[in-house]
T-cell receptor, first 114, second 115 residues
Framework: AQSVTQLDSHVSVSEGTPVLLRCNYSSSYSPSLFWYVQHPNKGLQLLLKYTSAATLVKGINGFEAEFKKSETSFHLTKPSAHMSDAAEYFC????????????FGQGTELSVKP | DADVTQTPRNRITKTGKRIMLECSQTKGHDRMYWYRQDPGLGLQLIYY???????NKGEISDGYSVSRQAQAKFSLSLESAIPNQTALYFC??????????????FGDGTRLSIL
């Protein structure tokens, strides 16, 4: 069965410092993995997706994630946090055995201090 | 994502009432989904539909029903609302192509409170 675990429920960084949001996955298949961001009172927006083409995936707003099969990880990073990055982030795996249904992690809330 | 529209955006109602949440999309996608979000639990799948004639239960379908009126419309009903159905509800769509590799596109959500 597919699953994802986000290792931190809350991360706090200062503006201009690096961001690291951690995600481990479990999959019986070659997984499709996504990171979504949710700003207050808004829906989820796709940041980036991994579908086996390249292990380092670049997304929107300067975010990127690296797929590491040996560590079953898909951590999200950004070199320099901006105040507008404060939001909730979800790591998500797609289950191809069930028509691409998404399985969500519990979410990581990112706070950015001035 | 303005291509996926949910109505209403907010709703407060009483226990026992019937409620319908509506979702429409202009993306031309075949697949549509309803999720529920509770704090600390991520999103949980309620129902999903791969086309107008295909409706499937998700992880937490008890107490809910859906109707796929057209390719572009997918509504969620609570036949007799109860307080523990208070949550944020999201509709999403995805393209049929590529099977499990396609991301889903979300509406802005409906905040439902049941007193």
């Amino acid at each position: 069965a597919q699953s994802v675990t986000q290792l931190d429920s809350h991360v706090s960084v200062s503006e201009g410092t690096p961001v690291l949001l951690r995600c481990n996955y479990s999959s019986s298949y070659s997984p499709s993995l996504f990171w979504y961001v949710q700003h207050p009172n808004k829906g989820l927006q796709l940041l980036l997706k991994y579908t086996s083409a390249a292990t380092l995936v670049k997304g929107i707003n300067g975010f990127e994630a690296e797929f590491k099969k040996s560590e079953t990880s898909f951590h999200l990073t950004k070199p320099s946090a901006h105040m507008s990055d404060a939001a909730e982030y979800f790591c998500v795996v797609s289950d191809p055995s069930r028509g691409g249904k998404l399985i969500f992690g519990q979410g990581t809330e990112l706070s950015v201090k001035p | 994502d303005a291509d996926v529209t949910q109505t209403p955006r907010n709703r407060i109602t009483k226990t026992g009432k019937r409620i319908m949440l509506e979702c429409s999309q202009t993306k031309g996608h075949d697949r549509m989904y309803w999720y529920r979000q509770d704090p600390g639990l991520g999103l949980q799948l309620i129902y999903y539909s791969f086309d107008v004639k295909d409706i499937n239960k998700g992880e937490i379908s008890d107490g809910y029903s859906v109707s796929r009126q057209a390719q572009a419309k997918f509504s969620l009903s609570l036949e007799s609302a109860i307080p523990n159905q208070t949550a944020l509800y999201f509709c999403a769509t995805s393209d049929l192509r590529g099977q499990g590799n396609q991301p889903q596109h979300f509406g802005d959500g409906t905040r439902l409170s049941i007193l």
